[in-house]
């Protein structure tokens, strides 16, 4: 997937008023890693930064310390395991989070609503707020879906690089879940292709026949997750299309700048 920020030293946030100095440079620092593909020279960590080299070791030799960076055989440096536990932790939270958005995309499109995020080579549902109808979509919450037959799966996916995706397909294959799932490679890189160009993604009675499912991307999230909407093809119309797909891109927004902590605490 692509890095969920920029990694050039214009990019990162100046310290913040009254904030500690050396805690923002070791954050930043981590996710320069993380930008990086989780390893990373000391050198490097100090031309992307700016900061001097006797900083940046004494931060890394801190942070290895803790547990949260590694010294590798070949003396460059990776994320730790440490990491692994708060991450876990950050992404169960992730759906918590996201509960209000996905309640105010109840209320505005009717459908039961949403989130997803990769684990793996799976899609994994982490939220989901019912529709009020009585006929309506249910996902348990925790499932795990292969993503070539899922809108999500399709939104995840689409800004992989097409080696990346033909390497996942291989991995866990592409049964058919209907009549209407793509069980090609080559299709289903066209399908991302379609939703590159239009901005969302769709699963047309892939996953379950008589559902329809539209999905976005959350932009810039830490980790890569999506939203969606998922209701009756009798009522997922391609008119009904028109009109949910921007509440679901604005939902999807305000949920990154929640995220960020611009707009923390706020559904609107």
Known sequence: MPPSHASTADSKPAASSGGVQSLERAFDLLERMADAGGEVGLSELSTSSGLP????????????????????????????????????????????????????????????????MLDGDEVVYVAQVPSKHSMRMFTEVGR?????????????????????????????????????????PDAFLEALEHVRRTGYAMDDNEQEIGVRCLAVTVPDSPTAAALSISGPAGRVTEAATERIVPVLQQAARDLSDALAGAGAGSTG
């Open 53 to 116: 080299l006797p900083t940046i070791h004494r931060l890394i030799r801190t942070l290895v310390l803790c547990g949260y960076v590694r010294q590798q055989p070949n003396r460059r440096y990776a994320l730790g395991p440490r990491l692994i536990r708060l991450g876990e932790s950050a992404s169960r939270l992730l759906g918590t989070w996201a509960r209000p958005y996905l309640a105010r995309l109840v209320e505005e499109t009717g459908e039961t609503a949403n989130m997803a």
């Open 144 to 184: 795990r879906v292969l993503p070539h037959s899922t809108g999500v799966g399709k939104a995840l996916l689409a800004h992989t690089p097409p080696e990346e995706v033909r390497a996942l397909l291989a991995r866990t294959g592409m049964p058919a879940a209907t009549e209407k799932t793509i069980t090609s």
